[in-house]
T-cell receptor, first 108, second 112 residues
Framework: SQELEQSPQSLIVQEGKNLTINCTSS?????LYWYKQKYGEGLIFLMM?????EEKSHEKITAKLDEKKQQSSLHITASQPSHAGIYLC????????FGQGTELSVKP | NAGVTQTPKFQVLKTGQSMTLQCAQD?????MYWYRQDPGMGLRLIYY???????DKGEVPNGYNVSRLNKREFSLRLESAAPSQTSVYFC???????????FGPGTRLTVT
């Protein structure tokens, strides 16, 4: 069965700094989703990537899909406290499966 | 347009008790899902319903049952709660199984 590994598991950055979260799949990626979860709340859909090399942006968050590496990266530019939360990647492998999440804290 | 709603928000059960978690969506979605979220393990699919009238097991179905009551509602039942079922439960829906899912706010369940 397909597995998704996210790195790092947690991240603390100073406000204004850039950061990258990676999601690596054990099998070929046919579609990759990024979600954000605020503490104590449900998941909010950020974006979906479907093709190798595809890159999408949502405000200051950019995600890219590298099919050959079976990996997606999520990049936040000039982080703000509002970016804090847990970021999860998800992939369709018959059913939607999720990585274990990356917890992001942004220090003002 | 409330999206996906879940009740209750919090629940404490004793071992052996039963309860049903309710989920409803008002987006006319065909597919609905139940997940549990545990520290360090991410989200794991318990059951899903690709369309009204169908249900299928996910990754961790043992100890749970589901009912797709109609297109809007998908309930999760714990017949005899165990401490290992202490978790946060999320319901989600999507128009089809292969596209983005919309999540409810979650139910925090503690089994003592």
């Amino acid at each position: 069965s397909q597995e998704l590994e996210q790195s790092p598991q947690s991240l603390i950055v100073q406000e204004g700094k850039n950061l990258t979260i990676n999601c690596t799949s054990s099998k070929t990626l046919y579609g990759l989703y990024w979600y954000k979860q605020k503490y104590g709340e449900g998941l909010i859909f950020l974006m979906m990537l479907q093709k190798g090399g595809e890159e999408k942006s949502h405000e200051k968050i950019t995600a890219k899909l590298d099919e050959k590496k079976q990996q997606s990266s999520l990049h936040i530019t000039a982080s703000q406290p509002s970016h804090a939360g847990i970021y999860l990647c998800g992939a369709m492998g018959g059913k939607l499966i999720f990585g274990q999440g990356t917890e992001l804290s942004v220090k003002p | 347009n409330a999206g996906v709603t879940q009740t209750p928000k919090f629940q404490v059960l004793k071992t052996g008790q039963s309860m049903t978690l309710q989920c409803a969506q008002d987006m006319n979605h065909n597919s609905m899902y139940w997940y549990r979220q545990d520290p360090g393990m991410g989200l794991r699919l318990i059951y899903y319903s690709a369309s009204e009238g169908t249900t299928d097991k996910g990754e961790v179905p043992n100890g749970y049952n589901v009912s797709r009551l109609n297109k809007r509602e998908f309930s999760l039942r714990l017949e005899s709660a165990a401490p290992s079922q202490t978790s946060v439960y999320f319901c989600a829906s999507s128009s089809q199984t292969a596209i983005e899912q919309y999540f409810g706010p979650g139910t925090r369940l503690t089994v003592t």
